[in-house]
């Protein structure tokens, strides 16, 4: 992936729902103007969450999620509308389609409900506008009347869309808000087995892109020549970030007056929430015998025979602990329901959620009680050096 394309954890999630032949996907691709979805008359075409990352305009790179129908029948029909509620987890802005001929059904009904409750940003969308004429409902709040055959009101529903994208995190920045243009930044990135052939991995380079549109200069470094570079560059970095697995061996060749964090504590501050993982690291030291510890990760990727999740922090936390302790995992979009069972959750930096997911699962945490930390504050508490990674932060 070059640094010009925009990850899909940083995108605006736009997700349809409706029941089957509303015609979610037939406006997914009016929206889009192409032919990006397929359209049947056919119910129940889509039978699972579909993700387009694309540009939409004017509003920029978006994820719109396509979903089955919410009137899906059967043991089967049932399970693709429970995945159809699950995408809400990641929703940044929810569009509910409905017939403009019959109007709000039960279905509809209930997803604005779930919608509502969890404050969603939301449009209703009355599709096939061109066979239904003129409505009373068309002055509705929170309406648009489209038809996606003639593409009446696709241009209104764009422009409805894009006052509705969150305005929280659009200034919100990895490391940007840390250093002043000019600066040198320096990253120490180790390459190893688990390292991927020909590129860094997605912290890494985003990381890069905020440094530079921070006007400052990025030094990408092995931990075997950072000694070296700090001695050559001439001056004192503004910030030095680390893989979080090269903490230890970085810590120790840093001077205590240069500031020291990593990639996955940015990216807890960036779209987590750094104190509350910060508490759960707090917990290492309260585990027991048979503590139940779930480590979970974003995305599934190819294990190596040293993997982080399923290797070295099970190791480092039993060798830490002195516990006999029992490991669980998780990947990718699925995270346990019930989280009542488990003593601590590990998670990952979460790169390739979107912010909406990621503070859901921190979220269902912490009403179950359970203590949450990202693999980046862990590491840093059990090598000893947690305080001084937070100072950069101000936390």
């Known amino acids: 992936m070059g640094l010009n394309e925009t990850p899909r954890g940083d995108r605006i999630h736009i997700a349809l729902f409706g029941k089957r032949n509303a015609g979610k996907s037939s406006i997914i ?31 920029g790179p978006v994820v719109m999620i396509d979903t089955p129908g919410l009137d899906d029948e059967g043991e089967l029909g049932q399970k693709r509308v429970d995945k159809a509620k699950e995408v ?34 939301y449009l209703i969308v009355y599709n096939k506008a061109d066979v239904t004429g003129s409505d009373s409902r068309r002055d509705q709040e929170n309406s648009c009347f489209v038809s996606a055959i003639t593409k009446e009101g696709i241009y209104e529903l764009k422009e409805a869309i894009g006052k509705l994208i969150p ?3 659009k200034h919100k920045k990895i490391v940007g808000d840390l250093i002043l ?24 380079q985003q ?8 006007g400052a200069c990025s030094i990408v470094v092995r931990e ?23 903490f230890e061996q970085v810590s120790a060749i840093v001077p205590e007056d240069i500031p020291l964090t990593s990639f996955s504590i940015l990216f807890a501050r960036y779209k987590g929430d750094l104190e509350e993982e910060v508490k759960g690291a707090r917990v290492v030291d309260q585990l027991k015998d048979g503590s139940r510890i779930l480590i979970a990760e974003g995305c599934t990727h190819h ?13 480092w936390l039993t060798e830490y602990t002195g516990k006999k302790l029992n490991f669980e995992t998780s990947s990718g979009s699925t995270f ?47 090598k000893g050096i947690l305080e001084r990674s937070l100072e950069p932060l101000k936390l």
């Not at 600066?183 to 890494?204: M, N």
């Open 29 to 59: 691709n009016a929206l889009t103007d192409q032919e990006l979805a397929i359209v049947s008359d056919v119910k129940g075409t889509t039978t699972d969450p579909v993700y387009k990352a694309m540009e939409l305009l004017p509003l």
């Open 88 to 121: 809400l987890r990641k929703t940044d802005i929810a569009l509910v389609i409905a017939d403009a001929g019959t109007g709000l059904t039960e279905f509809e009904d209930g997803i604005l409900d779930l919608i509502k409750e969890r404050k969603l940003p």
């Open 167 to 169: 305005q929280e995190d």
């Open 181 to 204: 243009p000019g600066d040198f930044v320096v990253l120490v990135v180790p390459i190893d087995s688990a390292a991927p052939k020909g590129r860094l991995i997605l912290p890494q």
């Open 207 to 214: 990381t890069i892109r905020d440094i530079l549109e921070s």
């Open 224 to 246: 075997s020549e950072l000694e070296q570079t700090l001695q050559d560059i001439g001056r004192t970095p503004a910030l030095i970030i680390t893989d979080s697995q090269a």
């Open 303 to 315: 294990r190596q025979c040293d993997d982080i999740g399923t290797v070295k922090i099970p190791r």
């Open 336 to 382: 346990p329901e019930d989280l009542s069972g488990y003593d601590l959750i590990v998670h990952c930096g979460g790169c390739t959620l979107n912010p909406k997911e990621m503070k859901h699962r921190i979220a269902s945490s912490v009403r179950a009680k359970v203590p949450i930390v990202n693999y980046g504050v862990l590491i840093a508490e059990l």
